[in-house]
Protein backbone atom coordinates (compact mmCIF):
# COMPACT_ATOMS: atom_id res chain seq x y z
CA UNK A 1 0.00 0.00 0.00
CA UNK A 2 3.13 2.42 0.49
CA UNK A 3 4.57 1.51 -3.27
CA UNK A 4 3.54 3.84 -5.98
CA UNK A 5 0.34 2.25 -7.90
CA UNK A 6 2.58 1.28 -10.82
CA UNK A 7 3.87 -1.78 -8.64
CA UNK A 8 0.69 -2.99 -7.42
CA UNK A 9 0.03 -4.74 -10.61
CA UNK A 10 3.16 -6.39 -11.31
CA UNK A 11 5.26 -10.08 -10.30
CA UNK A 12 6.83 -10.24 -7.04
CA UNK A 13 9.70 -11.20 -8.26
CA UNK A 14 9.88 -8.07 -10.85
CA UNK A 15 9.25 -5.52 -7.75
CA UNK A 16 11.87 -3.63 -7.09
CA UNK A 17 13.50 -2.61 -3.49
CA UNK A 18 12.75 0.67 -3.87
CA UNK A 19 9.03 0.06 -2.99
CA UNK A 20 10.30 -0.67 0.42
CA UNK A 21 12.01 2.34 1.06
CA UNK A 22 8.96 4.63 2.16
CA UNK A 23 7.96 1.95 4.69
CA UNK A 24 11.66 1.47 5.97
CA UNK A 25 12.27 4.96 6.52
CA UNK A 26 8.67 5.31 8.28
CA UNK A 27 10.09 2.32 10.25
CA UNK A 28 13.25 3.65 11.39
CA UNK A 29 12.42 7.29 12.25
CA UNK A 30 9.23 5.67 14.83
CA UNK A 31 11.71 3.63 16.24
CA UNK A 32 14.69 5.83 16.35
CA UNK A 33 12.60 7.78 19.29
CA UNK A 34 11.95 4.65 21.37
CA UNK A 35 15.37 2.90 20.95
CA UNK A 36 18.71 3.31 18.54
CA UNK A 37 17.82 0.66 16.19
CA UNK A 38 17.97 1.21 12.44
CA UNK A 39 16.17 -1.94 10.36
CA UNK A 40 18.43 -3.10 7.01
CA UNK A 41 17.46 -4.85 3.82
CA UNK A 42 19.55 -8.14 2.69
CA UNK A 43 19.78 -10.23 0.22
CA UNK A 44 21.27 -13.58 0.21
CA UNK A 45 24.52 -11.95 -0.89
CA UNK A 46 24.84 -10.05 2.10
CA UNK A 47 24.16 -13.26 4.91
CA UNK A 48 27.55 -13.43 5.58
CA UNK A 49 27.34 -9.97 7.47
CA UNK A 50 24.24 -11.74 9.50
CA UNK A 51 24.81 -14.17 12.67
CA UNK A 52 24.98 -17.75 12.26
CA UNK A 53 22.15 -19.47 14.20
CA UNK A 54 20.74 -22.89 15.36
CA UNK A 55 17.85 -24.17 16.02
CA UNK A 56 18.19 -22.56 19.33
CA UNK A 57 20.33 -19.95 18.86
CA UNK A 58 22.49 -20.45 21.88
CA UNK A 59 20.22 -18.17 23.79
CA UNK A 60 17.39 -19.02 26.45
CA UNK A 61 14.68 -18.93 24.27
CA UNK A 62 14.23 -19.29 20.44
CA UNK A 63 14.89 -16.48 17.76
CA UNK A 64 14.99 -16.86 14.69
CA UNK A 65 15.44 -20.70 12.20
CA UNK A 66 16.22 -19.99 8.51
CA UNK A 67 14.14 -22.10 6.46
CA UNK A 68 17.18 -22.97 4.07
CA UNK A 69 21.42 -23.32 5.33
CA UNK A 70 21.34 -19.68 3.06
CA UNK A 71 18.29 -18.05 2.87
CA UNK A 72 16.81 -16.76 -0.14
CA UNK A 73 14.96 -13.61 -1.11
CA UNK A 74 15.23 -10.45 0.60
CA UNK A 75 15.32 -10.01 4.57
CA UNK A 76 14.36 -7.31 6.84
CA UNK A 77 16.90 -7.59 9.95
CA UNK A 78 18.33 -5.63 12.67
CA UNK A 79 21.60 -3.66 11.48
CA UNK A 80 22.89 -4.80 15.38
CA UNK A 81 22.75 -8.53 14.11
CA UNK A 82 25.21 -7.66 11.65
CA UNK A 83 27.69 -5.59 13.76
CA UNK A 84 27.70 -7.63 16.82
CA UNK A 85 26.76 -11.01 15.35
CA UNK A 86 24.16 -11.89 17.97
CA UNK A 87 20.72 -11.48 17.94
CA UNK A 88 18.30 -9.95 20.36
CA UNK A 89 15.75 -12.37 21.39
CA UNK A 90 12.49 -11.78 23.19
CA UNK A 91 10.65 -14.31 25.54
CA UNK A 92 7.51 -16.12 23.67
CA UNK A 93 4.11 -16.97 24.78
CA UNK A 94 4.36 -21.30 26.14
CA UNK A 95 2.12 -22.95 28.00
CA UNK A 96 3.24 -24.42 31.50
CA UNK A 97 4.32 -28.35 30.04
CA UNK A 98 7.06 -26.16 28.05
CA UNK A 99 7.46 -23.46 29.89
CA UNK A 100 8.81 -26.11 32.64
CA UNK A 101 11.67 -27.68 29.91
CA UNK A 102 13.08 -24.18 29.87
CA UNK A 103 16.22 -24.23 31.49
CA UNK A 104 16.04 -20.58 32.45
CA UNK A 105 12.33 -20.22 33.28
CA UNK A 106 12.88 -20.81 37.42
CA UNK A 107 15.65 -18.69 37.63
CA UNK A 108 15.02 -14.96 39.53
CA UNK A 109 17.48 -12.60 37.94
CA UNK A 110 18.94 -9.02 39.10
CA UNK A 111 20.07 -7.16 35.89
CA UNK A 112 22.59 -4.37 36.02
CA UNK A 113 24.07 -2.51 33.65
CA UNK A 114 27.57 -2.15 35.39
CA UNK A 115 29.89 -4.24 33.04
CA UNK A 116 28.72 -2.72 29.89
CA UNK A 117 29.79 0.91 31.00
CA UNK A 118 26.56 1.89 30.32
CA UNK A 119 24.08 4.52 32.87
CA UNK A 120 22.05 2.65 34.89
CA UNK A 121 17.97 2.69 33.35
CA UNK A 122 14.81 1.23 33.40
CA UNK A 123 16.14 -2.46 33.93
CA UNK A 124 18.12 -1.89 36.70
CA UNK A 125 17.30 -0.21 39.63
CA UNK A 126 20.24 -0.41 41.91
CA UNK A 127 23.83 -2.07 41.37
CA UNK A 128 24.22 -4.94 42.55
CA UNK A 129 27.61 -6.89 44.35
CA UNK A 130 27.12 -10.38 42.23
CA UNK A 131 25.35 -10.50 38.81
CA UNK A 132 23.99 -13.53 37.97
CA UNK A 133 22.38 -12.98 34.83
CA UNK A 134 23.17 -10.30 32.50
CA UNK A 135 21.02 -10.26 29.26
CA UNK A 136 21.65 -8.44 26.20
CA UNK A 137 18.91 -6.48 26.22
CA UNK A 138 20.33 -4.70 29.65
CA UNK A 139 22.80 -3.39 27.90
CA UNK A 140 20.45 -2.04 24.84
CA UNK A 141 17.94 -0.55 27.18
CA UNK A 142 20.47 0.73 29.77
CA UNK A 143 20.08 4.77 28.65
CA UNK A 144 16.39 4.26 28.55
CA UNK A 145 13.52 6.19 30.85
CA UNK A 146 13.35 4.78 34.16
CA UNK A 147 9.60 4.01 34.59
CA UNK A 148 7.88 3.68 38.16
CA UNK A 149 7.60 -0.69 39.24
CA UNK A 150 4.97 -1.66 41.10
CA UNK A 151 7.60 -4.15 42.86
CA UNK A 152 11.32 -4.94 42.32
CA UNK A 153 13.54 -7.58 41.08
CA UNK A 154 13.89 -9.39 44.31
CA UNK A 155 12.16 -9.62 47.87
CA UNK A 156 14.58 -7.29 49.91
CA UNK A 157 13.61 -7.37 53.86
CA UNK A 158 14.88 -6.24 56.93
CA UNK A 159 13.41 -7.10 60.30
CA UNK A 160 10.31 -8.88 60.92
CA UNK A 161 8.06 -5.60 59.55
CA UNK A 162 9.97 -5.91 56.14
CA UNK A 163 11.25 -2.67 56.15
CA UNK A 164 15.00 -3.43 57.10
CA UNK A 165 18.02 -2.18 54.57
CA UNK A 166 17.88 -5.44 52.57
CA UNK A 167 20.08 -7.06 54.68
CA UNK A 168 17.73 -9.81 54.44
CA UNK A 169 17.44 -12.22 51.09
CA UNK A 170 15.96 -15.15 50.03
CA UNK A 171 17.81 -18.05 49.78
CA UNK A 172 19.53 -19.49 46.52
CA UNK A 173 21.13 -22.47 45.03
CA UNK A 174 24.19 -22.63 43.14
CA UNK A 175 22.81 -21.44 39.85
CA UNK A 176 20.74 -18.45 41.39
CA UNK A 177 17.11 -19.67 41.62
CA UNK A 178 15.08 -19.36 44.09
CA UNK A 179 13.29 -22.52 44.28
CA UNK A 180 13.97 -26.55 43.31
CA UNK A 181 12.91 -27.59 40.44
CA UNK A 182 9.02 -29.15 40.89
CA UNK A 183 8.61 -32.78 42.16
CA UNK A 184 6.87 -35.48 39.88
CA UNK A 185 3.91 -35.18 42.19
CA UNK A 186 3.95 -31.39 41.72
CA UNK A 187 3.48 -32.01 37.99
CA UNK A 188 1.00 -34.02 37.98
CA UNK A 189 -0.86 -31.37 39.92
CA UNK A 190 0.62 -28.47 36.69
CA UNK A 191 2.64 -26.77 38.93
CA UNK A 192 5.98 -25.41 37.28
CA UNK A 193 7.56 -24.07 40.03
CA UNK A 194 8.70 -26.18 43.25
CA UNK A 195 9.54 -25.19 46.71
CA UNK A 196 12.22 -22.85 48.43
CA UNK A 197 15.58 -23.51 49.32
CA UNK A 198 14.89 -23.44 53.14
CA UNK A 199 18.20 -23.85 56.08
CA UNK A 200 17.87 -24.25 59.52
CA UNK A 201 18.11 -20.77 61.14
CA UNK A 202 21.39 -21.11 62.79
CA UNK A 203 20.11 -18.59 65.79
CA UNK A 204 17.49 -20.71 66.39
CA UNK A 205 20.32 -23.50 66.83
CA UNK A 206 21.68 -21.92 69.58
CA UNK A 207 18.81 -22.76 72.33
CA UNK A 208 17.82 -26.04 73.90
CA UNK A 209 14.49 -27.15 73.52
CA UNK A 210 12.59 -28.23 76.97
CA UNK A 211 13.75 -31.58 76.47
CA UNK A 212 17.45 -30.66 76.18
CA UNK A 213 17.44 -31.19 72.31
CA UNK A 214 18.38 -28.70 69.56
CA UNK A 215 15.96 -26.68 68.05
CA UNK A 216 15.44 -26.69 64.23
CA UNK A 217 13.30 -23.97 62.59
CA UNK A 218 13.00 -23.60 58.63
CA UNK A 219 13.57 -20.71 56.67
CA UNK A 220 14.05 -19.53 53.71
CA UNK A 221 15.93 -16.02 54.06
CA UNK A 222 19.68 -15.20 55.24
CA UNK A 223 22.26 -13.25 55.63
CA UNK A 224 22.94 -11.21 52.44
CA UNK A 225 26.69 -10.60 53.68
CA UNK A 226 27.75 -14.03 55.39
CA UNK A 227 24.67 -16.04 54.26
CA UNK A 228 24.01 -17.26 57.33
CA UNK A 229 20.43 -18.46 57.22
CA UNK A 230 18.21 -16.28 60.23
CA UNK A 231 14.21 -16.33 60.75
CA UNK A 232 12.53 -13.40 59.49
CA UNK A 233 9.15 -13.84 61.84
CA UNK A 234 9.84 -13.11 65.26
CA UNK A 235 10.39 -16.22 67.45
CA UNK A 236 11.45 -14.41 70.57
CA UNK A 237 7.76 -14.91 72.40
CA UNK A 238 7.97 -18.61 70.89
CA UNK A 239 7.35 -21.25 73.73
CA UNK A 240 9.65 -23.51 72.86
CA UNK A 241 12.43 -21.66 73.97
CA UNK A 242 11.17 -20.79 77.17
CA UNK A 243 8.90 -19.00 79.74
CA UNK A 244 7.72 -15.50 78.26
CA UNK A 245 10.42 -13.27 78.24
CA UNK A 246 13.35 -15.35 78.80
CA UNK A 247 14.30 -14.32 75.09
CA UNK A 248 14.95 -11.02 74.23
CA UNK A 249 16.54 -10.81 70.85
CA UNK A 250 14.97 -11.71 67.45
CA UNK A 251 17.12 -14.06 64.94
CA UNK A 252 17.80 -10.81 63.05
CA UNK A 253 18.86 -8.57 65.93
CA UNK A 254 21.05 -11.57 67.54
CA UNK A 255 22.98 -11.26 64.37
CA UNK A 256 23.47 -8.17 63.78
CA UNK A 257 23.77 -6.73 67.63
CA UNK A 258 24.18 -9.24 69.97
CA UNK A 259 28.02 -9.62 71.26
CA UNK A 260 28.09 -13.74 70.58
CA UNK A 261 30.69 -14.74 68.30
CA UNK A 262 28.70 -17.91 66.83
CA UNK A 263 26.02 -16.07 65.36
CA UNK A 264 27.64 -12.42 64.93
CA UNK A 265 27.78 -11.53 61.88
CA UNK A 266 31.78 -11.22 60.86
CA UNK A 267 31.50 -11.18 57.10
CA UNK A 268 32.98 -14.99 56.81
CA UNK A 269 30.76 -17.41 54.52
CA UNK A 270 28.89 -19.59 56.14
CA UNK A 271 28.72 -22.90 55.45
CA UNK A 272 25.69 -25.13 55.23
CA UNK A 273 26.95 -28.02 56.96
CA UNK A 274 28.34 -25.82 59.85
CA UNK A 275 27.21 -26.83 63.24
CA UNK A 276 26.59 -24.68 66.42
CA UNK A 277 28.90 -25.58 68.87
CA UNK A 278 27.39 -27.68 71.99
CA UNK A 279 29.17 -25.86 74.79
CA UNK A 280 27.41 -22.84 74.07
CA UNK A 281 24.22 -23.69 73.46
CA UNK A 282 21.65 -22.33 75.58
CA UNK A 283 18.41 -23.79 77.89
CA UNK A 284 15.87 -21.17 79.07
CA UNK A 285 13.57 -23.09 80.57
CA UNK A 286 13.67 -23.66 84.28
CA UNK A 287 15.56 -25.92 85.80
CA UNK A 288 13.64 -28.95 87.90
CA UNK A 289 14.28 -30.64 91.09
CA UNK A 290 15.71 -33.85 91.08
CA UNK A 291 14.05 -33.84 94.89
CA UNK A 292 11.29 -36.21 96.02
Not at 209 to 223: A, E, H, L, P, R
Not at 271 to 287: A, D, N, T
Request: with cysteine; proline share 7%.
Amino acid sequence: MWSPKKYWYQEKHNKPWDIFAPAMDSFNAKSKKLIKVICLMMDESMIGWGPKTSKRGGLPKITFEPRKPVPLGTMLRNSLDCVTGILVHQDIAMDAEVQTEDDSSRRETTSSTSPSSKTLGGVAPSKVDSIRILKFTDMMCGGLKQWPKPKQHFLIVGNEDGKGDGRLTRIYGKDGERTKPPAKQQEQQGRNIGNAYVWNCFVCRGYLSKKGKQINNQTSFWCSKCHMPLCRIDRSKDEEFGPPGSRHLTCFDAHYHASHNSVICCGKMHGQKEQFPKEEQLSLHPRRSSRK
